[in-house]
């Protein structure tokens, strides 16, 4: 453990020798937004209250914000295990580095309203995904780009963004599905700044990749937000998205979510539904390749999948109105075809919040529950050979703010897994330090 430690230390005294800027506020990160800068803000008087830990070093920060580029290197630390469950009772260390580059390329001399954002992740260590059965990974940071056997660097997102008006916008190029979920009020965060489990990071629904190549579409009116995602439904992690676009079909996601304001409290209501071309097996001939006598062929193909969702999240006490500490509730329910999807439907609510605690005015913390069905025509097919059940389990999490640059977490996961006989428990420490 100290060979490690020592070997983080030296990682971040490089961080801090190459990256000579400062990293976004979590205020000015938000994906597919434009940060806003004060410029003519007055520096922080000690290290210790400042945003970032590197700070403006010297105003070379301001500069670059002046000419539309910012730059936030992160490095997120976990210490995870199991510590009940099937599976080696270990615990192992893994961390994320990435760095986000946003920049606004109208200042640089192009049209108004054009930016590009790049977002490059190196994952290096261990990962306690996988041990004691579930089929949700526990860890979404450190399950993509990938670990252990896996290529661990990624540029996870590289897309251009056009603003044509303060309502309408449009994304195009690979998109990272963890940051652009990493705003859901009271969850999202990307494994970094909220929950660890997928579910609650950005619930799975079988049908969007974690990283995609496609375009987004927003369009924002007084009554509702509408979206509309064209996208090609195989997974880019590792890949640039021009290898081969659109070879296996396209898939169509359109949502439309409502505000919603109940006793003076925001929050929101919204439904999606996808529809892909993407052809799958049969799940319901698919357990007869594993048994004799083998099949000569493949099994049957199934053709188009879909997939629909209800979700909601609504504050419940707010100290003020443009406030964030306060808390609320939040919830999913989702469904598919069943077949070729292999998720049938998956459900989650729980609570979050930030502060409301006497001087942790900027901690947030969160308690979940979810509960997932597999396929039944999946279940059906491979009984003979491995039983797959349903999914449920319960996720805790605290995170305090230290300092505005370092965050510390503790988590707690209890799962019935749907691939274990036993219940899993995976308590973890994390670490985020914003240089």
Do not use: C
Request: glycine letters at 12%; hydrophobic letters at 40%; aromatic letters at 12%.
């Amino acid at each position: 453990m100290r060979m490690k430690m020592r070997l983080i230390e030296g990682q971040l005294a490089a961080l801090l020798s190459v990256f000579i800027v400062s990293p976004l506020s979590a205020e000015e990160a938000q994906i597919g937004g434009e940060a806003t800068v004060n410029a003519d803000a007055t520096p922080p008087a000690s290290w210790l209250e400042r945003d970032t830990l590197s700070g403006d070093w010297g105003g070379r920060r301001t500069w670059l914000k002046e000419h539309g580029i910012t730059l936030a290197p992160r490095l997120t630390q976990f210490y995870q295990g199991l510590s009940a469950g099937d599976g080696d009772r270990d615990f192992d260390y893994g961390s994320k580095a990435d760095l986000m580059l946003n920049a606004d390329l109208s200042k640089l001399g192009l049209w108004n309203g054009f930016s590009v954002t790049v977002h490059g992740e190196y994952n290096f260590g261990d990962s306690i995904n996988g041990a004691g059965g579930q089929s949700v990974p526990v860890n979404t940071a450190l399950v993509f780009p990938g670990m252990e056997g896996s290529d661990a660097f990624d540029l996870s997102s590289v897309y251009f963004q056009q603003h044509f008006s303060k309502s309408v916008s449009l994304l195009f190029g690979k998109i990272n599905m963890m940051d652009m979920a990493a705003r859901t009020p009271f969850k999202g965060g990307a494994g970094i700044d909220s929950f660890w489990n997928l579910t609650f990071v950005a619930p799975p629904s079988g049908l969007v990749p974690p990283y995609l190549f496609g375009a987004l579409m927003s369009v924002r009116t007084e009554p509702a937000t509408f979206g509309l995602w064209v996208y090609d439904p195989t997974s880019v992690v590792n890949k640039t998205g021009f290898e081969d676009p659109f070879a296996n079909g396209t898939t169509i996601r359109g949502s439309v979510d409502f505000p919603v304001t109940i006793g003076g409290l925001s929050g929101h209501q919204g439904f999606v539904a996808l529809y892909s071309t993407e052809e799958g097996a049969d799940l319901n001939d698919i357990g007869d390749t594993f048994l004799p006598p083998f099949p000569p062929d493949y099994p049957d193909i199934k053709d188009d999948n879909y997939y629909f969702a209800y979700s909601f999240d609504q504050y419940l006490y707010r100290v003020s109105e443009n406030s964030k500490e306060g808390f609320g509730l939040f919830g999913q329910f989702g469904i598919s075809d069943g077949n070729p999807s292999r998720l049938y439907w998956s459900a989650l609510v729980g609570i979050g919040g930030t502060g409301m605690i006497p001087g942790r005015s900027r901690d947030n913390w969160g308690i979940g529950y979810y509960s997932d069905a597999p396929s039944r025509d999946l279940q059906n097919s491979l009984a003979p050979v491995l039983a797959i059940r349903d999914e449920q389990g319960v996720e805790i999490f605290y995170n305090f703010a230290v300092t505005p640059w370092l965050t510390v977490g503790v988590d707690l996961q209890v799962i019935n897994p749907s691939l274990g006989d036993d219940t899993a428990i995976l308590p973890g420490l994390r670490f985020v330090t914003r240089f």
